[in-house]
C-alpha cells in the first residue's frame, strides 16, 4: 500500500514557474514507477511525465517537453514536478501516481495508487 501527497500548487502568471512534490509512504517507494497527470475542468484526466524505479528514465507528454522535469529521490520517497514556462492552458489539478511495476507508463489505467491532487492556475 502507497499513499501519496501532493503540494506544491497554486496561482501563477503566464510564463512563471512551480515546483510540485509528492510525498509517498512505504517502504518499497524505490519499486514503484510515478507518473504526473493533470486534469483540467471537464475534459479527462491526461498524462503529464512519468519516471521509472531508478529515475534513469522518463517520459513527458508532447505538451509539456522541453518545460517540465520529473525527478524522484528513492532516499527521501519524494518525486518532483519542475514546471517552467507555464501557460494558461497548463491549469488543471495535478495528480501523483504509483504503480507496483517499476516500468513507467503512460496510461492512467496503469497505475494503482493516486493521491489527491493539487490545484495549479495560470493567468494570461
Known amino acids: 500500500q502507497v499513499e501519496l501527497v501532493e503540494s506544491g500548487g497554486g496561482l501563477v502568471q503566464a510564463g512563471d514557474s512551480l515546483r510540485l512534490s509528492c510525498a509517498a509512504s512505504?517502504?518499497?517507494?524505490?519499486?514503484?514507477?510515478m507518473a504526473w497527470f493533470r486534469q483540467a475542468p471537464g475534459k479527462e484526466r491526461e498524462f503529464v511525465a512519468t519516471?521509472?524505479?531508478?529515475?534513469?528514465?522518463?517520459y513527458y507528454a508532447d505538451a509539456v517537453k522541453g518545460r517540465f522535469t520529473i525527478s524522484r529521490d528513492n532516499a527521501k520517497n519524494m518525486v518532483t514536478l519542475q514546471m517552467n514556462s507555464l501557460k494558461p492552458e497548463d491549469t488543471a489539478v495535478y495528480y501523483c501516481?504509483?504503480?507496483?511495476?517499476?516500468?513507467?507508463?503512460?496510461?492512467?489505467?496503469?497505475?494503482?495508487?493516486w493521491g489527491q491532487g493539487t490545484q495549479v492556475t495560470v493567468s494570461s
Open positions: 512505504g517502504r518499497t517507494f524505490s519499486n514503484y514507477a
Open positions: 519516471i521509472d524505479w531508478s529515475g534513469r528514465i522518463t
Open positions: 501516481a504509483a504503480r507496483d511495476v517499476g516500468l513507467p507508463n503512460t496510461r492512467k489505467e496503469e497505475y494503482n495508487y
